[in-house]
């Protein structure tokens, strides 16, 4: 089957994939569609250190083909969302509702492909890059058939993380402003989570004026070039602040732009070694930074949630995909996104 592999030196679509029969509590997945997330640009480039060769994708959505022993709430042909969660459902943190802090869903990479009889590792516990895969139970989700796959794909990472940090992490409230630094597929998705909470002001940062329309339509209220203007338009500071790119000097300008009790919430990542600084003093009026994993999120809570939003047309999917590729066209789907003209590609099979 096809797939995209990254062997260490380079990323590439093959057709010589294998996959194993889902074992107890697994399910078999073939997948329909699945976003291209910088998360798995990161990995070729080396920002999220991985084992290789490695199947990349872990934002998909598809058709499940069969199931494990023990598992009642799939069957072959639901539609499901995929999640990167492969949490165990029994440790302290996910009985707390916490999936995402659970530490047998982080650093534990399976290995149910093979290629030529050598085994392949699996991103993120999905790697949905692939015509099939195989994930636990808990990470497919099933979905209305009404929603578009492509679309139903985003739901699995971008969604799940920004509209998530909003609703989950920083618990937004009505009436209160919001500041987006970065407007790529997670951006979007902070700017409508704070739209669906009842922000009064959100306002969009980003370089690019070509993203401003489409960062208004999902929720922006204002749109800056630049972080040094946010004062101009908030002169107090925000009550919350979203990095969402990764970049050391936007963390400490996330911080800077914080009102009284503001929350600086990072969503951005930088490389593993990146160091920031900003000056403590600040943090003093009850102002928090905050690390923000998978959108703090229950998958399988919020992916319900998320659809049933968008049967009621409070969320947006389908305006997120700006473009479908089939997977053989991979490499142009990177190319488009490193160029900032995809707020998010779909590859296809």
Known sequence: MRGVVFDGQQAAVVDDLEIRDPGPGEVLVGVAAAGLCHSDLSVIDGTIPFPRPVVLGHEGAGVVEAVGAGVG???PGDHVALSTLANCGACA??????????????GMPGQPFSRKGEPLYQFASNSAFAERTVVKAVQAVRIPKEIPLTSAALMGCGVLTGVGAVLNRARVDRGESVVVIGTGGVGLNVLQGARIAGASR?????????????????GATEFLADVAAVREVLPDGADHVFECVGRVELIRAAIDLLD???QAVLLGMPAADAEASFVPAQLFLDKSVLGC????????RDLRLYADLYGQGRLLLDELVT????VEEFGKAVADAEAGRVARGVLTF
Do not use: L, W
């Open 323 to 326: 473009r479908t590729y089939p």
């Open 202 to 218: 959100i306002v969009a940062v980003d370089n690019n004026p070509a993203k401003e329309a489409v960062a208004r339509q999902f």
């Open 93 to 106: 943190e996910c009985d707390r509702g916490r999936p995402t802090m659970c530490r047998k869903a982080i």
């Open 73 to 75: 709430h799939v069957a």
């Open 293 to 300: 994993r998978y959108g703090s999120s229950r998958p399988q």
């Open 260 to 262: 009284r009790h503001g």
